[in-house]
């Protein structure tokens, strides 16, 4: 899943973040965090969205062996 923080913790920044599957049983993530005007508009969250999924699965991939 996709997890947002939209000025939740930080005011006017927000974070999108995507669990990652490791060999170990160590919990990890990756996410990209800005300002909330750059991060939540239109189509630019959905590209954030792409291109965590995307990276995500490269990092799984490696960490696989």
Request: aromatic letters at 2%.
């Amino acid at each position: 899943g996709i997890a947002y923080d939209r000025e939740e913790c930080v005011e006017g920044m927000a974070c999108i973040a995507r669990p990652l599957s490791t060999p170990s049983e160590r919990p990890a993530a990756i996410s990209i965090t800005g300002p909330v005007s750059r991060v939540s508009t239109g189509g630019t969250e959905e590209t954030i969205r792409t291109a965590l999924e995307q990276a995500g699965n490269v990092i799984e991939l490696n960490l696989s062996g």
